[in-house]
């Protein structure tokens, strides 16, 4: 590339029946002038690009970062979401297991209570008998 000095250095030579050497520095100026503008903005924009590059850089490695920790997340949500099932999953088995225990002592003390009024029924009809019988028998004494 041109560099705008070499513009404004660049001397041609003489000849006879050539340009008018005022109109071409005239116009080599004025192109000269136009090229530094280019050549300034060119460089501006060569700065912008490499600013914005650095940008896209840091918002790609952001960006990174962020699918990591969202990666991250949902594999600690997941775990925690299993975790989370396992151990209701045991708790229920616990209760399941706590309430046919209550259930099954409930059932043995039934059992024992008819039992108990099984043998109380027996006892008082063997009492009433004798006891019936002692009346009898004392009835029949006292007619005697």
């Known amino acids: 590339m041109i560099a705008p000095i070499e513009i404004e250095n660049k001397e041609f030579k003489k000849v006879l029946r050539g340009y008018k ?27 912008k690009v490499r600013l914005y590059q650095v940008q896209i850089n840091k918002y790609e490695n952001i960006e990174e970062t962020l699918r990591a920790t969202l990666v991250t997340a949902q594999g600690t949500a997941e775990d925690v979401t299993n975790a989370a099932n396992k151990k209701a999953k045991i708790i229920v088995e616990k209760a399941d297991l706590d309430a046919r225990q209550i259930i099954e002592r409930a059932n043995n003390s039934v059992i024992e209570i008819r039992k108990e009024y099984d043998s109380m029924v027996k006892e008082f009809k063997v009492f009433r008998n004798k006891f019936k019988s002692l009346l009898e028998d004392e009835i029949v004494s006292s007619l005697e």
């Open 21 to 47: 050497e005022d109109e071409v520095d005239e116009f080599l100026d004025l192109v000269k002038e136009d090229y530094e503008q280019l050549y300034r903005e060119n460089a501006d924009l060569k700065e």
